[in-house]
């Protein structure tokens, strides 16, 4: 198979971005919403001046932003992904992507019985999927998984309507494997990359160690 795309997110500091900079990341996330991952984009604006992340891109997460709160971001940063990761309806998602049709919009969906329903309705409007556990007062970075028995029908209905689809939860060296077997289009990974809240290069290097037993690269 070939190598799902990498999410690395959750980055809190320059140390952090350092350390992402030089893995196999396609994708770097910053997260701009209450949490304690939450970061400043005038922060996030000064690390990217020092640290050269331009074979990656760049994702903005979101909880319900107000277009201030998304404007604030994206007059500081270059972002090519704005992940919208909370309960936004279609009619935001698609206020948003007309008001910034230059950028990819991914909609995070939590796994539970109507989670297919839910992709079927933001389809035609969005740009990709971030599939999560459902965790009672979390939107992510939960560090747990969900029952991936369900995935393979989230990865296949992106599939048909060429969408991406990243799988996100709990994911670390231990599982990774396992998820891999499923062929997803990409994966999401944040506390599973982490040791004593920070990016873990020797953690980085587990996870990247394994899914070369399985993927077919190009770097």
Known sequence: MDKPNLKYCG???????????????DYIGFIFAESKR????????????????????LVAVFVNPTSKQLNDVLVEIPVDVIQFHGNE??????HAKENHEEIMT???????????????????????????????????????????????QYINYAWLHNKECFIAGG????????????????????????VDDQKSEAKIQQIEERMLHYVNVSR
């Not at 980055?11 to 900079?21: A, K, T």
């Not at 231990?174 to 999401?188: H, V």
Request: aromatic share 6%; hydrophobic share 40%.
């Open 171 to 194: 994911i670390n060296e231990d599982n990774i494997s396992r998820l891999l077997e499923l062929k997803p289009q990409g994966i999401d990974l944040s506390s599973g990359i982490e």
């Open 106 to 152: 991914w909609k995070a969906l939590h796994h539970h019985e109507n989670t297919l329903k839910q992709m079927e309705e933001f389809v035609d409007t969005v740009d990709g999927f971030v599939i999560d556990s459902r965790i009672k007062g979390a939107w992510g970075g939960t560090g747990v998984s969900f029952d991936w028995k369900a995935a393979p």
């Open 89 to 94: 309806t279609l009619a935001q998602m698609k």
């Open 11 to 25: 980055i809190r500091n320059i140390e952090d971005l350092r350390i992402v900079s030089q893995s196999r990341a």
């Open 38 to 57: 939450k970061v400043d984009p005038k922060d996030v604006k000064k690390w990217l001046q020092e640290i050269d992340i331009s074979n990656k891109k």
